[in-house]
């Protein structure tokens, strides 16, 4: 596996990235952005948590307008922000829809022509970008997962699929239930009719409803004016989260804010201290 | 409060308990529409008043990068101060050859006052910030009518000379790898001097220059922090720090806290780092 540094640029003493590669696994030149703290000594290595963002988002949103260098810095965690979808792939309708195709690739890997064969996040996040850092990055292997939107049902979804990989989960703002709303242009092009059963497995509501492994706590934050609310039932996890003994909820309902980079930007602080605390020393 | 006939609010977004709003309005001196950005802090009684920093932006900006990409609004929540970042150039104009180079022009405006055709009916930053923009936030907005003026590169080139040009409205200055010294810079003696001022006029081109200015600056004392990165790929074709710091050197008015920050190259990733260094270098001048 050859990563090419695409760019890397010093900010709050540590180094922002960006890599390219060839991903086996979506089966194309693939970007993701790694901020990673200054070593003190020589050897140190650091916990790791992934960002996944939301549609309409590239690798480059999260490291230019949330500020989370600087905690990422102060908490000595490195972090790792990966594209929303397969790029210059071009498919028949990729770009019919903000909440479809390119740059919303909704973490999952799809069944169907003709995105099967490169619309295959969910294996890229779950297995072939974490073994990629590991071997290439000063990680403890210690690793925990947060997403924005789109990002927060892939963080949820990810997490509690592999709940040994991604130790430490929250989100903001999180896509809680998109099967309620996503039927038609959502998960029946990526995964088909005759698969229905399969969609499941993509819904963060509903994989908390079957999850039976090592006791989570999911930390949210959302605001009480997000003009998405009706579309991101944060209320939908809370009470599939209340029947799951294996689960708690922290929901932090935040009086004003909307669902842009100003809300994550002003609130990503307290989730990098959340991650820090619960994945421990390393 | 703003008043309704003068200024058209286009958004309002809640960021670290304050607002980052968005305004419209119709510029006199610029002769076409113009938006700034103001950030607001939350008011702890109906009548706080605010000191004001105005946020000079660079080359190929608007007054959307610095909002988004400094996470500058943090800091001024917690030293409470409101924030107003102006557009870099007048827009709207369809000026001949107005788009055609990204360092002249359009996003490009300089912070000056253009003495030659077309430029003249419209660029004249120089009188925006200085005079319009001033007036405006004072009419509008709770302000204790203190400001401050800081800014990256063209900004800082900007914040500098209207700063130093008008040590009575702008009590504090700082900067972020600024354009030192315009007129020792093929930029500024081929491209923005030339082009804006002429080259008839070349006795007019120094008090654009804060290298310059800082020369023969005889008003109050001024303290201004300086941060620029060593691995700043403008540095020896644009920038010039030395010479400002020369200048300043020479002249004991003048205090000049150049830092020069190892590693650190000209981008957004550079400012977010020491923005707050920077509102706290402003909030300690004017809450003296």
Same mark, same amino acid.
């Given at each position: 596996?050859?990563?090419?540094?695409?760019?890397?640029?010093?900010c709050f003493?540590?180094?922002?990235?960006?890599?390219k590669?060839?991903?086996k696994?979506?089966?194309?030149?693939?970007?993701?952005?790694?901020?990673?703290?200054?070593?003190?000594?020589?050897?140190?290595?650091?916990?790791?948590?992934?960002?996944?963002?939301?549609?309409?988002? $590239?690798?480059?949103?999260?490291?230019?307008?949330?500020?989370?260098?600087?905690?990422?810095?102060?908490?000595r965690?490195?972090?790792?922000?990966?594209?929303?979808?397969?790029?210059?792939?071009?498919?028949?309708?990729?770009?019919?829809?903000?909440?479809?195709?390119?740059?919303?690739?909704?973490?999952?890997?799809?069944?169907?022509?003709?995105?099967?064969?490169?619309?295959?996040?969910?294996?890229?996040?779950?297995?072939?970008?974490?073994?990629?850092?590991?071997?290439?990055?000063?990680?403890?292997?210690?690793?925990?997962?947060?997403?924005?939107?789109?990002?927060?049902?892939?963080?949820?979804?990810?997490?509690?699929?592999?709940?040994?990989?991604?130790?430490?989960?929250?989100?903001?703002?999180?896509?809680?239930?998109?099967?309620?709303?996503?039927q038609?242009?959502?998960?029946?092009?990526?995964?088909?009719?005759? $698969?229905?059963?399969?969609?499941?497995q993509?819904?963060?509501?509903?994989?908390?409803?079957?999850?039976?492994?090592?006791?989570?706590?999911?930390?949210?934050?959302?605001?009480?004016?997000?003009?998405?609310?009706?579309?991101?039932?944060?209320?939908?996890?809370?009470?599939?989260v209340?029947?799951?003994?294996?689960?708690?909820?922290?929901?932090?309902?935040?009086?004003?804010? $909307?669902?842009?980079?100003?809300f994550?930007?002003?609130?990503?602080?307290?989730?990098?201290?959340?991650?820090?605390?619960?994945?421990? $020393?390393? | 409060?703003?008043?309704?006939?003068?200024?058209?609010?286009?958004?309002?977004?809640?960021? /670290?308990?304050?607002?980052?709003?968005?305004?419209?309005?119709?510029?006199?001196?610029?002769?076409?529409?113009?938006?700034?950005?103001?950030?607001?802090?939350?008011?702890?009684? %109906?009548?706080?008043?605010?000191?004001?920093? /105005?946020?000079?932006?660079?080359?190929?900006?608007?007054?959307?990068?610095? @909002?988004?990409?400094?996470?500058?609004?943090?800091?001024?929540?917690?030293?409470? #101060?409101?924030?107003?970042?102006?557009?870099?150039?007048?827009?709207?104009?369809?000026?001949?050859?107005?788009?055609?180079?990204?360092?002249?022009?359009?996003?490009?405006?300089?912070? !000056?006052?253009?003495?030659?055709?077309?430029?003249?009916?419209?660029?004249?930053?120089?009188?925006?910030?200085?005079?319009? !923009? %001033?007036? !405006?936030?004072?009419?509008?907005?709770?302000?204790?009518?203190?400001?401050?003026?800081?800014?990256?590169s063209?900004?800082?080139?900007?914040?500098?000379?209207?700063?130093?040009?008008?040590?009575?409205? /702008?009590?504090?200055?700082?900067?972020?790898?600024? @354009?030192?010294? %315009?007129?020792?810079?093929?930029?500024?003696?081929?491209?923005?001097?030339?082009?804006y001022?002429?080259?008839?006029?070349?006795?007019?081109?120094?008090?654009?220059?804060?290298?310059?200015?800082?020369?023969?600056?005889?008003? %109050?004392?001024?303290?201004?922090?300086?941060?620029?990165?060593?691995?700043?790929?403008?540095?020896?074709?644009?920038? #010039?720090?030395?010479?400002?710091?020369?200048?300043?050197?020479?002249?004991?008015?003048?205090?000049?806290?150049?830092?020069?920050?190892?590693?650190?190259?000209?981008?957004? /990733?550079?400012?977010?780092?020491?923005?707050?260094?920077? @509102?706290?270098?402003?909030?300690?001048?004017?809450?003296?």
């Amino acid at each position: 596996m050859e990563l090419e540094l695409v760019s890397s640029e010093k900010c709050f003493n540590g180094f922002q990235k960006i890599y390219k590669h060839c991903s086996k696994v979506t089966k194309c030149s693939m970007k993701f952005s790694i901020y990673i703290p200054q070593q003190t000594y020589s050897g140190e290595k650091f916990n790791a948590i992934f960002f996944l963002s939301g549609v309409m988002c $590239n690798e480059q949103n999260f490291i230019f307008k949330t500020g989370f260098q600087r905690y990422a810095s102060r908490e000595r965690i490195i972090f790792i922000g990966p594209d929303t979808s397969p790029r210059n792939v071009d498919l028949p309708g990729d770009r019919d829809s903000w909440v479809f195709g390119r740059s919303a690739g909704w973490y999952l890997d799809s069944t169907c022509e003709p995105w099967r064969k490169n619309y295959r996040m969910y294996s890229y996040i779950t297995q072939e970008l974490p073994e990629i850092i590991r071997q290439v990055f000063p990680t403890t292997g210690k690793f925990g997962i947060c997403g924005h939107s789109m990002g927060g049902n892939g963080a949820i979804v990810c997490s509690l699929r592999n709940p040994l990989l991604f130790q430490t989960l929250s989100v903001l703002a999180p896509s809680c239930n998109p099967i309620s709303w996503g039927q038609e242009i959502i998960f029946k092009p990526y995964l088909g009719s005759e $698969n229905k059963e399969s969609w499941n497995q993509y819904d963060a509501a509903e994989v908390v409803k079957t999850y039976k492994g090592p006791h989570k706590k999911i930390f949210v934050d959302c605001g009480s004016d997000d003009e998405y609310l009706q579309l991101l039932l944060p209320d939908k996890l809370v009470e599939t989260v209340g029947l799951n003994e294996n689960l708690e909820i922290q929901l932090n309902m935040r009086e004003g804010y $909307n669902h842009s980079y100003f809300f994550v930007a002003t609130f990503i602080e307290d989730h990098i201290k959340y991650h820090s605390a619960a994945l421990g $020393n390393q | 409060m703003a008043g309704a006939a003068s200024l058209e609010l286009v958004s309002s977004i809640k960021c /670290f308990n304050g607002f980052q709003k968005v305004y419209k309005h119709v510029s006199k001196e610029l002769n076409c529409s113009m938006n700034f950005s103001l950030y607001e802090p939350v008011a702890a009684n %109906p009548n706080d008043k605010f000191h004001v920093l /105005f946020y000079l932006s660079g080359l190929t900006c608007t007054e959307q990068n610095f @909002i988004q990409k400094s996470s500058f609004q943090r800091f001024a929540g917690e030293q409470k #101060l409101i924030v107003v970042g102006p557009d870099t150039s007048p827009r709207g104009c369809n000026l001949p050859g107005e788009s055609d180079r990204w360092d002249f022009g359009a996003s490009a405006g300089c912070y !000056l006052d253009a003495l030659v055709e077309p430029w003249s009916k419209h660029y004249r930053m120089y009188s925006y910030v200085t005079k319009e !923009l %001033p007036a !405006l936030i004072k009419e509008n907005f709770p302000t204790t009518g203190k400001f401050g003026i800081f800014g990256h590169s063209m900004g800082g080139h900007g914040a500098m000379v209207c700063g130093l040009r008008n040590p009575e409205l /702008f009590l504090s200055i700082s900067a972020f790898a600024p @354009i030192c010294n %315009p007129t020792q810079t093929e930029w500024g003696k081929d491209v923005a001097l030339k082009n804006y001022l002429g080259e008839e006029n070349k006795d007019k081109w120094n008090i654009y220059d804060s290298t310059e200015l800082m020369k023969t600056y005889d008003g %109050p004392e001024r303290n201004i922090l300086v941060d620029q990165g060593d691995d700043d790929e403008f540095l020896k074709t644009h920038l #010039l720090p030395e010479n400002l710091k020369a200048a300043a050197e020479a002249n004991p008015k003048i205090q000049v806290n150049l830092r020069m920050q190892p590693g650190y190259n000209h981008s957004y /990733f550079f400012i977010s780092t020491f923005i707050s260094d920077h @509102i706290e270098h402003h909030a300690k001048i004017l809450n003296a």
